[in-house]
């Protein structure tokens, strides 16, 4: 048995979080997470922030789109306003300690907990059969992407909660299996009024980059017209804006809308219903269009500008994976100590 090394308590706090690099940004990601990291990157807390590509192909990337994809995630999360000086961004395969510390999170998560993944169940449906392997353990890695840095704060939209609880029963369950306080018990942190973006066709379904049709979601690449018609096609109901919070309750179009504007302007939901209360959507969807455009527009500009220059990206994603690793590399020779791997 290896010597307690640390308690939870005595943890630096650090940030991490990843995004897949399949498809186009959309407006629920921006919302719900890079926005958020932007607000938690600061002198004080290290933060991390990971292009998932080994998440990515857990379902099939053709492998000219991953690349595309990577890049422009990348392009994306700086043209958001993440600072390369001040966040490491990384592509997780030039880090290669979160494959293998996955593989001993493998060996630790158990069937049972993978299998009440709703994640796992959605994207397997009937087809269970026919998944990849790499999905099923999907969680396991999404738990080493984190724990290999210590990290102890995850910025993550709703849909990801799950996960996260799995993550802290993974490092709860090493903890105890072999007796130690090594891992942190991670905290997500899920915020703020736009943390489930919904589509704008079916208000009880997430925005999502794999929904076929492509009105119901807003991409970071739009430009200002297509945002203008996606705003203006999206679903609503009869009803005026109501001036309270509670009612939006059983209308799902119109707290979508209601939480975009808060999530974008940076007000609550309540501010947004005092200066919108009473009016038809006829008046609040030219509203939300022109600030959509406003915050959005310079964003997609700018990556586009970043996409020009390739090298430069490529050169941010290799500084960043080796910073990463000096991080990474020393946890993951402790974790091995700790399992009783000779030569660690
Ligand atoms: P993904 O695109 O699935 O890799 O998700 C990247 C990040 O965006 C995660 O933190 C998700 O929780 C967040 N996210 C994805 N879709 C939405 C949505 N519709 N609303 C809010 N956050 C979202
Ligand atoms: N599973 C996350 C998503 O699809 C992406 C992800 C992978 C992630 N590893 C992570 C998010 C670690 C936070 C922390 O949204």
Redesign the pocket.
């Known amino acids: 048995m290896t010597e307690a090394v640390q308690t939870s308590s005595t943890f630096t706090p650090r940030v991490?979080?990843?995004?897949?690099p399949s498809g186009d940004l959309h407006l629920g990601n921006y919302l719900g997470a890079l926005k958020r990291f932007v607000n938690m990157q600061n002198d004080v807390v290290q933060t991390l922030y990971?292009m998932?590509d080994m998440?990515a192909i857990t379902v099939w990337q053709d492998p000219a789109d991953l690349q595309k994809a990577t890049r422009e995630l990348c392009a994306g999360f700086i043209a958001a306003g993440l600072d390369p000086q001040k966040s490491i961004l990384f592509n997780q395969s030039q880090v290669p300690e979160h494959a293998q510390l996955a593989w001993i999170f493998n060996c630790v998560a158990r069937m049972g907990w993978m299998q009440r993944m709703t994640q796992w169940k959605d994207k397997s449906g009937k087809n269970a059969q026919n998944m990849s392997l790499g999905l099923f353990a999907?969680p396991a890695?999404?738990a080493a992407?984190?724990l290999i840095y210590h990290a102890t704060q995850?910025p993550?939209?709703e849909?990801?909660k799950q996960?996260l609880e799995l993550t802290r029963d993974i490092a709860a369950k090493f903890n105890h299996d072999y007796g130690v306080e090594f891992f942190p018990i991670t905290e997500p942190v899920i915020e703020g009024a736009a943390t489930r973006v919904m589509s704008f066709r079916d208000g009880t379904k997430k925005m999502s980059k794999s929904d076929p049709s492509d009105a119901s979601r807003i991409n970071m690449t739009d430009d200002a017209d297509t945002i203008a018609k996606k705003i203006r096609k999206a679903k609503t109901d009869p009803e005026a804006l109501p001036s309270e919070a509670k009612g939006l309750e059983d209308r799902p179009e119109a707290r979508n809308l209601v939480n975009i504007y808060a999530g974008l302007s940076g007000l609550s939901v309540d501010q947004v219903l005092s200066d919108v209360g009473g009016k038809q959507f006829s008046e609040f969807k030219p509203m939300l269009s022109e600030l959509a455009v406003a915050k959005l527009a310079p964003i997609s500009t700018e990556m586009a500008r970043l996409m020009q220059e390739q090298d430069e990206i490529d050169k941010i994603l290799a500084h960043g994976a080796s910073q990463a690793r000096e991080i990474a590399a020393p946890i993951l020779k402790k974790t091995y100590e700790i399992v009783g791997m000779v030569g660690a």
């Open positions: 991490f979080s990843g995004i897949q990971c998932v998440h999907y890695l999404m992407d984190i995850v993550v939209g849909d990801q996960h």
